[in-house]
């Protein structure tokens, strides 16, 4: 089904675009709202072992219209294997056009239970795969005609929270890399945005624990309510498509209002 | 825990509203049952009540359900926009008319506002034009009345109308009292009166779009830039407090904040053509356009209290000029 041609600043008609992540609800959010306006698709996981999860994002590419995607099982923190998706879909697809990573490996512990091994995990899954999609994506960006590339992040990285101080760290660090490559890549037409989420109704999330936290935190949040990952389809598509063509190392909370709080 | 489990706990914990009901007979039309047939139903029933009405099951877009795209069209909306006679207000308009809203366009100039009528009317879509000085609260609130007895609700209020070049450019000890006031009230209070009129009516039906334009010298400041500055920082506080205070009656206040947007050849000189901003050029009306069709629309119904910076990168920057980096070392 076409695009409807009244939203065409939203449409990707045949654009070759790249979903890394998949396997994660905001990444398969991503895939469906790319398929819809018109991509074609790669989709990679960020881990492998999640072929369940990576079918579930094909089926959804498909059901919002779309040819079914290549599907890759990759790991994201393995610098041979980015390289190689990157080098895969450049072939497969005839190019890349747009980039989502939804890269994410939450961690919450207190911080002086945190060993080194864990920091390096944290700093790996979370802020070096970033880095090296973007390296490995941009790369072959740049050698056409730019591009879009969205990071899928959260408002952790905007605000301290107690007992997530490395996911904070990587999460900001991954904030302020996008500024840095938005300003370096600005002239060659190649973009890059984030897009934060709130608190998600996420596997594993401790938002969805039924203790203190999870209960005080649902009555702070301003719609009383987590976030679903469906809400983060139209950000996604504004922020890939030719919609946000003036827009460039912003940052876009998905969270109800939630940074607006004292 | 089963996924299942986790959401049905989670509407239990946050006791539903009444609107949360509506939403969840609406939607099943009767059949619980047939809801919780779907995938992940009675969570998108939740999420999409309080944030606004959305039908889409988690994972599904079954063929004939509902697409992103369905969400992202305003057909059947009514949007106010103020300082509709030109620049972004008109490309605001006509683009939003584009993706299906019937237009208020408010502005001081009479024959500026009638281009932009014909312009809405061209794409097929009602327009209701109105003489309206913005910094006047008599005059924002015939405007709303004006509206409503035309069109019978408002669904989206674009605060767009202010005075850029008017604002700024005087040094300190040329300000008068009335240039001060005159300036605050044109570029904020003017957003505070539009605001005032149109929210009872928001509130009332349990749903509304606000959209808020700042400016970049909302969040940095400028040389002999006082009023403007001030007046465009106050107005992503006033976005931010608005917010919050309306979240829980489904009314989504944004804020959008524009870069450089040269409209005349004066301020493209002054600006240097674009070159430094990162993107290479200033921002073009129509660049806005999209950005206020999403926030219109349903496919941003929880997107609240953001400031949306639409400036070719030039605020992720700001501590080198543009265009330079540092020698590299090997």
Redesign the interface.
């Known amino acids: 089904m076409p695009?409807?041609k009244?939203?065409s600043?939203?449409a990707l008609p045949d654009k070759a675009a790249l979903v890394i992540g998949a396997e994660h609800?905001a990444g398969?959010v991503a895939a469906?709202?790319l398929s819809?306006?018109g991509a074609r698709l790669m989709i990679a996981s960020q881990e492998p072992g999640t072929d369940e999860a990576l079918a579930?994002t094909a089926?959804?590419v498909q059901?919002?219209?779309g040819r079914a995607p290549i599907v890759r099982a990759q790991s994201a923190t393995i610098r041979a294997d980015v390289r190689a998706t990157v080098d895969d879909v450049v072939e497969r697809l005839g190019g890349l056009d747009v980039m989502v990573m939804a890269l994410d490996t939450p961690y919450y512990a207190p911080a002086e239970a945190a060993d080194d091994l864990a920091f390096d995990r944290v700093m790996e899954n979370n802020l070096k795969s970033v880095w090296m999609a973007a390296q490995e994506g941009g790369r072959a960006m740049l050698q056409r005609s730019g591009g879009a590339i969205v990071v899928v992040s959260s408002v952790l990285a905007e605000r301290g929270v107690p007992g997530a101080s490395l996911y904070c760290a990587a999460k900001g660090a991954v904030a302020n890399l996008v500024?840095?490559l938005?300003?370096?890549w600005?002239?060659q037409?190649l973009?890059i945005n984030l897009l934060e989420t709130?608190w998600m109704?996420e596997?594993g999330s401790p938002a969805?624990r039924?203790d203190e936290f999870a209960?005080n935190l649902?009555k702070y949040l301003?719609?009383?309510?987590?976030?679903?990952?469906?809400?983060l389809?139209?950000?996604l598509?504004?922020l890939a498509s030719?919609?946000?063509?003036?827009?460039?190392?912003?940052t876009?909370?998905?969270?109800?209002?939630?940074?607006?709080?004292v | 825990m089963k996924s299942e489990n986790i959401m049905i706990l989670i509407v239990m914990d946050i006791a539903p509203s009444p609107d949360y009901m509506t939403c969840i007979n609406a939607r099943s039309k009767g059949s619980a049952a047939q809801l919780s047939e779907q995938r992940g139903a009675v969570l998108v029933a939740q999420g999409g009540c309080a944030g606004g009405a959305t039908t889409r099951a988690i994972g599904d877009r079954a063929p004939g359900g509902r697409m992103l795209s369905d969400d992202l069209k305003l057909d059947g909306k009514v949007a106010i926009v103020t300082g509709a006679g030109r620049g972004l207000g008109r490309a605001m308009a006509i683009q939003m008319a584009e993706a299906g809203a019937d237009i208020v366009a408010a502005a001081r100039t009479v024959e500026q506002l009638e281009e932009t009528a014909g312009a809405v009317r061209t794409v097929g879509r009602r327009c209701l034009t109105v003489r309206t000085d913005v910094a006047l609260s008599q005059q924002v609130t015939a405007m709303v009345a004006a509206a409503l007895k035309e069109f019978g609700k408002v669904d989206v209020l674009i605060n767009n109308a202010g005075a850029g070049e008017e604002s700024f450019g005087k040094t300190i000890d040329q300000i008068s009292d009335e240039d001060w006031r005159r300036g605050i009230d044109v570029n904020l209070s003017s957003q505070f009166y539009c605001c005032r009129a149109i929210i009872p009516h928001m509130v009332r039906r349990k749903r509304g779009k606000i959209i808020n334009i700042a400016s970049g010298y909302g969040l940095r400041g400028g040389k002999h830039n006082y009023m403007y500055a001030c007046a465009k920082g106050a107005v992503l506080q006033f976005t931010r407090s608005l917010a919050l205070t309306y979240a829980g009656d489904n009314i989504q206040t944004n804020c959008i904040v524009p870069g450089i947007f040269p409209h005349n050849e004066r301020l493209m000189a002054f600006f240097k053509g674009g070159k430094f901003i990162p993107l290479g050029r200033g921002g073009e009306d129509s660049d806005v356009g999209p950005l206020a069709v999403f926030l219109s629309s349903e496919a941003s119904n929880h997107v609240n209290g953001a400031l949306i910076r639409i400036d070719g990168g030039g605020l992720a920057g700001g501590i080198t000029p543009t265009g330079v980096a540092p020698a590299l070392s090997a």
């Open positions: 695009f409807p009244e939203l600043d939203f609800p398969r469906a709202a819809e306006a579930q089926e959804a059901a919002a219209g500024r840095a938005a300003l370096e600005a002239r037409n973009r709130g109704t596997e969805l039924q209960t649902l301003p719609y009383k309510r987590l976030v679903v990952p469906e809400e389809a139209g950000a598509l504004y030719p919609a946000s063509r003036f827009v460039t190392g912003e876009l909370a998905i969270d109800g209002g939630l940074l607006c709080r």
